[in-house]
């Protein structure tokens, strides 16, 4: 596989070939309802690693973005804009920094929340929010009023997406966002940072149900002919395949930072261990690794939400009905899922690479059926298994640990107790009397796996990826470390969060009567009124 010049993309199901970049990011979802993927993974330059080995943050993602988006789709000097503009709100001088957690244990932690909502989220929604508009800008060049194309972007959220995409949204120009959320169960510090935006353009909805239901109006809204018939409806979920993309870069970085510390032992291997709910970061770093990134292993953490970790442990069966009682409410909300959307791009690739025909066409075609029939077969009878081949092709590459609420808050605190990591910047969160360092819940269940992990393979280096300050998901903290000696809740709050809930703020609400048709005459309403200047 080489470079492509003019990388196009397809859907999963087959449905859809030869598409652009743009049109599969404005598009999001396939209208076979896959996901969509690149023809090729493109390999790395030879001399990457000398090449990219001192490049800044930003240089960086310009050279592995660059290997996606052909310069004829966005020129150079525009990728390279839109890259310095995602990343320019980001509070820390490196971006996605590392932290030496556990030197002695060769453990690593790539922060990944210095961006304006505190969690990854914001790497690719900040990259997204920009690439919208630099697709519009162009499209509505030389247009007036009614002529120009006008995005509805909108999703449902549990928390993090739904702040970290109206941050990258924000003020844009012919774009329009909605987040539908929970009523009550989103955390109030997450509700403050959606709720207090107060472009015109952003709109929050707080619907009575659970966030399946908030996630069900959103996929009957895409599926609507009457609004896609009025409104060009957009996607922002994980499933858009830029924010994969954008992702890919804090591996390349991180490895960097790895290879570059003191502390690093020459020759050791290299762990990733992602925090996992959609698939959608630690895909990234699986699409990192095809391209050729030395990475050993990529393991996948997860909650009690543990669908992909029964996959591993019950030969291949992906399963949505095992899991007694539905979705758990957990100490790591933004994981709380039955089934991780993302995983559908990843069972492409193996089924790919493990058909036995001979030309690329064929095993494409054998790969959109293979998912098709599984991902029917999900719908149908909630569940699928795959073959032994494809199961091996996943075993190469990932690991998979479980980690329980109980394991998360002793992580949290043994984590406090036992860490203090020499090279930590201002943004992190630690206790100024004891330097003992907070994680929040999720980093938590990812250290809980690495520390497995290590057990297992003493000699490798794990660099386990945080995904969240701890200061968003304050009850869980406090839980872990009320009692410890050092520890003061406001101490770990930054700034920014500091009066958040008392700000003004706009929702709509959505009660009594839910369902998707009334939320439609809202979104119609909310745009027609957003277009004539009434908001
Ligand atoms: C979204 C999220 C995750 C899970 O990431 P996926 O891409 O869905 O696997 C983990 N931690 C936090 C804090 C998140 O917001």
Redesign the pocket.
């Known amino acids: 596989m080489s470079p492509t010049l003019s990388q196009k993309y397809l859907s999963t199901r087959g449905g859809s070939y030869g598409l652009s970049f743009e049109d599969v990011v404005l598009k999001g979802l396939a209208s076979d309802g896959g996901l969509f993927i690149p023809e090729e993974i493109p390999a790395l330059p030879s001399n990457w690693e000398t090449e990219w080995r001192d490049l800044s943050f930003e240089e960086l993602a310009f050279q592995v973005l660059s290997l996606y988006i052909s310069s004829a789709e966005i020129p150079s000097e525009d990728l390279k804009d839109i890259i310095r503009r995602s990343y320019s709100t980001f509070r820390h001088a490196e971006r996605t920094p590392v932290v030496e957690l556990d030197p002695k244990r060769n453990l690593y932690l790539l922060e990944l929340?210095m961006g304006p909502t505190f969690?990854?989220?914001d790497v690719a929604l900040q990259f997204l929010g920009n690439l919208f508009e630099y697709f519009l800008v162009r499209k509505n060049q030389g247009k007036e009023g009614k002529d120009r194309h006008h995005l509805t972007v909108i999703g449902a959220t549990s928390?993090?997406?739904g702040s970290?995409a109206i941050y990258g949204l924000r003020g844009k120009k012919d774009v329009s966002i909605f987040i539908l959320f929970p009523t009550g169960k989103v955390s109030p510090i997450q509700q403050a940072q959606m709720t207090t935006v107060l472009d015109a353009n952003v709109h929050n909805l707080t619907v009575e149900g659970s966030f399946d239901d908030c996630q069900d109006i959103v996929k009957a809204l895409f599926a609507d002919a009457d609004l896609n018939s009025t409104h060009n409806v957009a996607a922002v979920n994980?499933i858009n395949w830029a924010r994969i993309l954008a992702?890919m870069t804090y591996y390349f970085y991180a490895y960097f930072s790895l290879i570059k510390s003191p502390s690093y032992k020459a020759g050791s291997p290299v762990r990733f261990v992602?925090?996992?709910?959609?698939?959608?970061?630690?895909?990234a770093g699986w699409f990192a690794k095809s391209m050729g990134l030395p990475a050993e292993k990529l393991v996948i953490a997860t909650n009690e939400n543990d669908i992909l970790d029964r996959f591993f442990r019950t030969n291949g069966q992906y399963s949505k009905t095992a899991q007694a009682g539905g979705v758990k409410e957990t100490h790591?909300p933004?994981?709380d899922?039955l089934v991780?959307s993302?995983f559908e791009r990843l069972l492409w690739f193996l089924a790919f690479q493990a058909d036995g025909s001979s030309s690329a066409e064929e095993k494409r075609k054998h790969a959109c059926e293979a998912v098709s029939g599984w991902l029917t077969q999900l719908k149908t009878s909630g569940s699928f298994n795959v073959s032994e081949a494809v199961l091996n092709g996943a075993k190469v590459e990932f690991e998979s640990e479980r980690v329980s609420d109980e394991d998360t808050i002793e992580t949290i605190r043994s984590t406090y107790r036992s860490c203090f990591p020499p090279n930590l910047g201002p943004g992190s969160a630690k206790s100024s009397k004891t330097g003992g360092y907070i994680v929040?819940p999720?980093?938590a269940?990812g250290v809980a796996a690495s520390l497995r992990s290590i057990q297992r393979n003493p000699a490798a280096s794990h660099i386990s990826l945080s995904?969240?300050h701890p200061a968003?998901?304050a009850s869980a903290v406090d839980l872990a470390l009320r009692d410890e000696d050092g520890y003061s809740f406001p101490e770990v709050l930054p700034q920014e969060f500091v009066g958040l809930e008392q700000r003004e703020s706009r929702v709509t609400p959505v009660s009594g009567n839910v369902s998707w048709e009334v939320v439609r005459e809202i979104v119609k309403a909310e745009v027609e009124q957003e277009l004539q200047g009434l908001r």
């Open positions: 929340f969690a990854f989220k928390g993090d997406t970290a994980s992702q992602v925090p996992s709910g959609n698939f959608g970061d630690i895909l790591s933004a994981m899922i991780s993302n929040d999720h980093t269940v995904t969240a968003k998901f």
